[in-house]
Structures are given as C-alpha cells and as structure tokens.
C-alpha cells in the first residue's frame, strides 16, 4: 500500500510538472507575440460582439499576456475562414478563431466548399449555447405558430446555406408551414434593418443570444413577437412559446431536429488550426476557462447584453463527433429538408 501511495503520489508531481512545463514553453512562445483571432464574420454583428469582449480577457489569461487581435475574415458564411484555418493559417497556436457555429457541419451534408475536416481541428471552447428563434415585427401580423400556416411571414436570409434560410425551409419541410424566404442581405444585421424598415415581417433561425447583444430593447420592449422557438426544449425566458420539437411526431423527425440543432449547443465557438502542438492546445484551453470564468468579464458581458454559457473544448469536439455518428439516412432527411444540397454554406 506504501509503494502504491507513493507512486500515486509520484505520477501527481509529474503532471503538475508537466503542467508547469507546459506554461512555461507557452509563456515563453506568446511572451511579446501578437495572435490574429479570425472571426469568420463581419463587424458589426453578434459575433463581432462576442469576439471583441472575450478577446482582451483570453489574452490575459494565455502564459505570456499576447496581445490578440481580431481579423474579420468573412464570406460564404464562415466556410472562407474554416478553409484559411484548416490549409493556410500557421498551425503553431498564433491564430485562432471564433467561427459560426453552424460551418463545422458543413462537410457532414456534403457542402463541396468545406475543404475541411472540423473533427481534426481543436476545440479550445465555445462561449455559449443558446436557442434559435423565429421572431417577427410588432407590425406583422405572425404572431404564434399557427399563423405560420395561415398568413404571410416573409423573412430575410443572406442565401443558400444561411441559417436564416435552411431553418425555416426546413420548419416548411417537416411541419408544412408556409414561410417564405427572402434572399440576398448580407447578414443577419441587414435583416433586423429590413425588418425596421417593414420590408420583411422577421427573421426564422437568429439566435437569442444574437438579438440580445445587437438589439437588447427588442424583448424588453415588445419589439418582436416569437411565434416558435427552434429549440429542443423551451427557453425560460419565453415559457409560453412552444418549441419545434413538441410538434415532432416520430422518432426520424425528433433525430433530424436534433441534429439540425447541434450547432445551437456550441454557440461562438473558438478553435486552432490541426496540428498545433498539444501543450498549446492544452494552455489555450485553460486560459479560455479562466477568462471565461473571470467576473470581470462576466460583468463587462451583461453590460454589453451577452450571454454567456462556457462549453469546454472537448464537450464541443464531443457534440461534432455525435454529429458525424448520426445514421446516414438522418443526415440525408437533415439535407433535404434543409435544402443543403449544392449549399455554399452560408451564415449570418
């Protein structure tokens, strides 16, 4: 017992060891260094928020304090910057990334312009998980889930492969209801103009969170109306607005749901290059914990109206690899009812 005490005990100063060491090589590699952090957006948007909050705060918790900068990297709704990541971008820990979330699936449906596998890439973390939504102006007259059906809701998309544009077409697929998609805005910023504006009644796949960081008056201020959430279960925010799943009917169309929506449950997440050696790996996600659990930056985040909900780097690696696990014939009727076929990828 003596002899399996001690050994324990060794193995426990080897990692902390190890862990040191670690820090140490990492401090020395960022000591003085500049990170690009590419967001595979614009400015002005949700993610732009997220990217420009989180930033200093991640710096200052990497061994070393490097100063990180934000390069906005848009197009093809974040599949321009998943391909830079995955083939071009330095693969020694000095670029990151804050991509959409929904772009790490696009190989899944056989997108052709995703030259990339997500699940070699590393997962440092994702700093929410969140609900998507339907909402329409406090003009139109969609108000609740059966008025998808009966009236006319027309809402903004940035194109084929948004999903501004595959959610509700797939709603329309799976439950019948009559949404009509208005293409060619160039993100999801646009729309909630367009929607000021009265030329479209909403938006049918933003994010709560979204709303909440770039129009935090909208639900305060019964901006919106919320005929559905596109959810699994319903958000306590909005405890009397159903969510997609309870209109599911069978097992197939629960499973398509579910992993339609497995990119809700990795919302803004940040990622390296494959290839970057593990201890970096390693530090990156620490220092992403840290500052994720800083209270300062929590503070500075509810003052800037962001939602805030760390998922660590392995559940999101953990959340792609079930993805790519779904059955095939799930992943066809997730395709088809979200019209991915020939799909560049776009996003907000």
């Known amino acids: 017992m003596r002899r399996l005490r001690a050994f324990l005990f060794g193995l426990g100063i080897l990692a902390c060891a190890a862990g040191t060491a670690h820090a140490a090589t990492a401090e020395n590699f960022y000591r003085g260094r500049q990170i690009q952090m590419i967001l595979s957006a ?40 998943m391909n830079y990541l995955y083939s071009a971008a330095p693969k020694d820990g000095s670029v990151i990334a804050l991509v959409h979330s929904s772009v790490p699936y696009a190989p899944l449906y056989g997108i052709s312009a995703a030259k990339y596998d997500p699940r070699k890439m590393n997962w440092i973390g994702s700093i929410n998980a969140t609900s998507g939504i339907c909402v329409a102006w406090h003009d139109s007259k969609v108000k609740t889930w059966q008025d998808l059906f009966d009236k006319q809701y027309l809402v903004g998309s940035s194109g084929a492969g948004s999903q501004m544009e595959t959610l509700p077409l797939m709603i329309n697929k799976l439950f019948g209801t009559k949404i009509k998609v208005i293409s060619g805005y160039k993100g999801g910023n646009e729309v909630y103009l367009a929607m000021e ?104 985040a509810k003052m800037q109206h962001l939602e805030v909900k760390e998922v660590s780097g392995e559940k999101v690696a953990q959340i792609l690899a079930e993805a790519f696990a779904m059955p095939p014939e799930v992943v066809k009727a997730a395709n088809e009812a979200m019209n991915l076929s020939g799909a560049t990828g776009r996003t907000d």
Not at 49 to 62: D, G, R, V
Not at 66 to 78: H, L, N, S, T
Not at 235 to 243: G, N, Q, R, S, T
């Open 42 to 81: 614009d400015a002005g948007g949700g993610y732009a928020s997220y990217a420009n909050a989180f930033a200093p705060y991640l710096a200052e918790h990497i061994p070393g304090k490097p100063r990180i900068i934000v390069q906005y990297m848009p197009g093809a709704g974040g599949l321009r910057a």
């Open 197 to 300: 504006r009265g030329e479209v009644d909403g938006r049918c796949g933003g994010l709560i969170s979204s709303i909440k960081s770039t129009r935090p008056d909208w639900f305060p201020e019964n901006k919106v109306s919320v005929p559905v959430q596109i959810a699994l279960e319903r958000d306590p925010e909005f405890p009397d607005v159903p969510a997609l799943i309870e209109f599911a009917k069978d097992r197939k169309t629960k499973q398509v749901l579910q992993l339609a929506l497995f990119p809700f449950a990795m919302d803004r997440p940040i990622l390296t290059p494959p290839g970057v050696p593990a201890e970096r790996v390693a530090v990156l996600r620490a220092a992403f914990h840290a500052a994720i659990t800083d209270p300062q930056f929590l503070a500075d």
